[in-house]
């Protein structure tokens, strides 16, 4: 069974740094393109950044410069880094991994990220 397993989320003050890990069983790894989601409360589900299976990098415009997404092919996992946070990053962060072929898409369980102002 596939498990997307997040870690590293919690509370930080503003201007602080967390890394978010997300540890993933999906195979082959290497072929999944990967990224991180938040929801805030009351708003939708938005991207954060993504990863390629070819390491192409995407970035929301409100985290360029302060976040970075990179990912392990040999330890099978994601990460952003995630620095300057503000509290309007505040929200669940969700792992994402997908492969276009079979339109395979897998979700995490989220963590809690809380910048305090």
């Known amino acids: 069974q596939v498990q997307l397993v997040e870690s590293g989320g919690g509370l930080v003050q503003a201007g602080g740094s967390l890394r978010l890990s997300c540890a993933a069983s999906v195979s082959p790894f290497v072929f999944y393109n990967l990224g991180w989601y938040r929801q805030a409360p009351g708003k939708q589900r938005e991207l954060v950044a993504t990863?390629?299976?070819?390491?192409?990098?995407n970035y929301a415009d409100s985290v360029k410069g302060r976040f970075t997404i990179s990912r392990d092919n040999v330890k099978n996992t994601v990460y952003l880094q995630m620095n300057s946070l503000k509290p309007e990053d505040t929200a669940v962060y969700y792992c994402k991994a997908d492969r276009r072929i079979g339109s395979l898409v897998y979700w995490g369980q989220g963590t809690q990220v809380t910048v305090s102002s």
């Open positions: 990863i390629s299976s070819g390491s192409t990098t």
